[in-house]
């Protein structure tokens, strides 16, 4: 069972890697051959492809070298250097998760409404939908611009844009989940002389919270995404988006490449942890895993 569950991550990850490297010395290359024939050189090509893996400012970072950036920013530093990728990581880590949790918030609310509520239901989920159509890279800077404004800055303008981003796939999915109780379960609860609120938490809530899980871990995701995004239009100082200004800035692709490496773990990290607590909850709950996927 494990071995079937890891073969083929492995095999996935094997192939990454070498098409990874490949590009490296494909884009690499051309640096290595133009430097070799202003000097007056000829250089093999099993010359060139040792040489574009220890590039200083390589067009694309081989994998090693990505690896060895991310040991020396997280091992090697204290975590409170401003040079280290965990006290960077903690930063944007912090906007995540105050993000997710208002927009986790805020989608639960919304859902309930526009299953309680014909008229929101017709006026208000068109418009979620279409909020979402806006780039976030567009209403960030404003965004980041209208709170500094009135003296709001640090933590909650970022948490705002990951909360913007990450309400949506919890609304949707709470109002799927909400609705998913059958006919025949309603009318029973009807038939008991049921309230509204009985009806939500005895029925309603229990079957909604596979759906409920299933969006946060797009939400958590997602909310990650809005928090670095949160961080580039202002010219951070802190954070995993202003490691990736700094690199950029700099012309240092390592740097940016093992913050954007840095990242997709966290993402993976924390859409695991929220897979692991639905599944929990869902076997306490008693739910089929067919139910819950």
Do not use: C
């Not at 530093?77 to 990581?89: A, P, Q």
């Not at 309680?116 to 979402?132: C, G």
């Not at 404003?142 to 003296?151: A, C, D, E, T």
């Amino acid at each position: 069972m494990i071995r079937s569950r890891i073969l083929p991550i492995l095999t996935v990850v094997v192939a990454i890697i070498a098409i990874w490297y490949g590009g490296a010395v494909l884009l690499n290359a051309p640096f290595e051959y133009d430097r070799a024939e202003r000097a007056g050189n000829e250089i093999a090509f099993s010359q060139v492809v040792p040489l574009t893996m220890a590039q200083d400012r390589p067009v694309l970072p081989a994998p090693h070298q990505v690896a060895t950036e991310i040991w020396k920013t997280t091992v090697e530093k204290r975590i409170t250097s401003k040079r280290s990728l965990v006290y960077h990581g903690w930063i944007t880590l912090s906007a995540t998760l105050l993000g997710f949790v208002m927009g986790t918030a805020l989608g639960v609310l919304l859902a309930v409404g526009i299953v309680h509520s014909r008229v929101l239901d017709k006026s208000l989920m068109p418009w979620i939908i279409t909020s979402q159509t806006i780039p976030i890279l567009a209403i960030a800077p404003m965004i980041i611009v209208v709170l500094n404004s009135v003296g709001i800055t640090g933590l909650f303008p970022k948490a705002l844009i990951s909360t913007y981003l990450s309400f949506f796939p919890v609304a949707v999915g709470m109002v799927k989940g909400l609705r998913s109780p059958e006919a025949m379960h309603l009318d029973l609860m009807k038939t008991y002389n049921s309230s509204r609120a009985d009806v939500l938490w005895k029925l309603r809530w229990p079957s909604s919270v596979p759906f409920l899980f299933a969006s946060m871990k797009v939400a958590i995701a997602i909310s990650l995404v809005g928090a670095i995004v949160g961080e580039l239009p202002t010219g951070a100082v802190a954070g995993l988006g202003a490691r990736l200004l700094a690199g950029s800035y700099y012309g240092q692709t390592v740097q940016i490449w093992s913050a954007l490496i840095v990242a997709a773990i966290m993402a993976a990290v924390l859409v695991t942890i929220v897979g692991v607590i639905g599944a929990w909850l869902n076997r306490r709950m008693g739910v089929r895993p067919e139910a819950a996927t």
